[in-house]
């Protein structure tokens, strides 16, 4: 049996002011190919990160960038050093990238992710790929700081 709705009840409220939506974008260098241009965009929200992360490069400077895929990543509280990770939208060639990236921005910041990455390597070597996946992080975490652990 339903009850009908009292006076007393009010429908719930959102604070839309909390969460700052003033994304802090980052252009570096890849350290094997200084003519490619790794792009972050980096959104900090109250219970969670919104990062997208490409790669321009001057030979394909009248191409535009595929949407790339789309992951989320959760800290694993029974299994701290394996964060849980999600597909939401995959495409080939990005999505092994996107999954590593979010899972270790996951676990070094303890806070769920949402990560968005069309990173295009062209014939990469392991150490262009590792170092690529590695400046990503980096430049990330300089922004996103590991005080939000915890």
């Known amino acids: 049996m339903d009850l009908p709705p009292t006076a007393s009840q009010s429908p719930p409220t959102f604070d839309l002011t909390s969460p700052t939506l003033h994304p802090i974008r980052i252009a570096v260098p890849l350290p094997y190919s200084p003519h490619t241009t790794l792009h972050i965009q980096i959104t900090r929200l109250e219970t969670s990160n919104l990062v997208f992360i490409t790669s321009t490069d ?23 050093s394996d964060p849980l990770c999600t597909v939401l939208y995959s495409l080939s060639g990005s999505i092994d990238f996107a999954t590593r990236a979010a899972k270790i921005l996951a676990r070094k910041t303890g806070k769920p992710l949402y990560l ?34 915890g």
Request: one cysteine or more; hydrophobic letters at 35%.
């Open 58 to 80: 001057p030979s394909s400077s009248g191409s535009r960038s595929a949407l790339g895929s789309f992951v989320y990543a959760l800290p694993n509280r029974h299994q701290p």
């Open 116 to 149: 968005g990455c069309s990173v295009v390597f062209g014939n990469p070597t392991v150490e262009e790929e590792v170092a690529g996946l590695r400046t990503a992080v980096e430049e990330t975490m300089k922004v996103v700081g590991a005080d939000q652990k």
